[in-house]
């Protein structure tokens, strides 16, 4: 089972960090991406890290602001969000892959954790 945390009411300057761990099966041989559904829109791709972390994906919309990372050690997945904007508005899920690499499309996803809601005011 995935968890996502780390969200909250955040100002534009602010850089938070999201987490996704994982209780039960460990997310090794995993890839994980996370995605995020804004207020009235589709849930959309955010980012995506390969097994056992050398490859990553990114949504041209967070390119360059936002990061994703693991570790492996503690089962965790990361994601760090710098220059936030208020489109950045959103809830913010984990998910496990249902492959080693990276994909940008959720039907490659098998597990879902419950999201995060992260609001950025400007």
């Known amino acids: 089972q995935l968890q996502a945390f780390g969200g909250g009411l955040v100002q534009a300057r602010d850089s938070p960090r999201l987490s996704c761990a994982a209780s039960?099966?460990?997310?090794?041989?995993?890839?994980v991406g996370w995605f995020r559904r804004g207020p009235g829109k589709e849930r959309d791709f955010v980012a995506s890290?390969?097994?056992?972390?050398?490859?990553?994906l990114y949504a041209s919309s967070v390119k360059g602001r936002f990061s994703i990372s693991r570790d492996n050690i503690k089962n965790t997945v990361y994601l760090q969000m710098n220059d936030l904007k208020p489109d950045d508005t959103a809830v913010y899920y984990c998910?496990?892959?249902?492959?080693?690499?990276?994909?940008?499309?959720?039907?490659?996803?098998?597990?879902w954790g419950k999201g995060t809601q992260v609001t950025v005011s400007s």
């Open positions: 998910a496990r892959g249902m492959k080693q690499y990276p994909g940008e499309s959720s039907d490659e996803y098998i597990h």
């Open positions: 039960g099966r460990p997310l090794s041989h995993s890839a």
């Open positions: 890290i390969s097994w056992p972390g050398r490859k990553t």
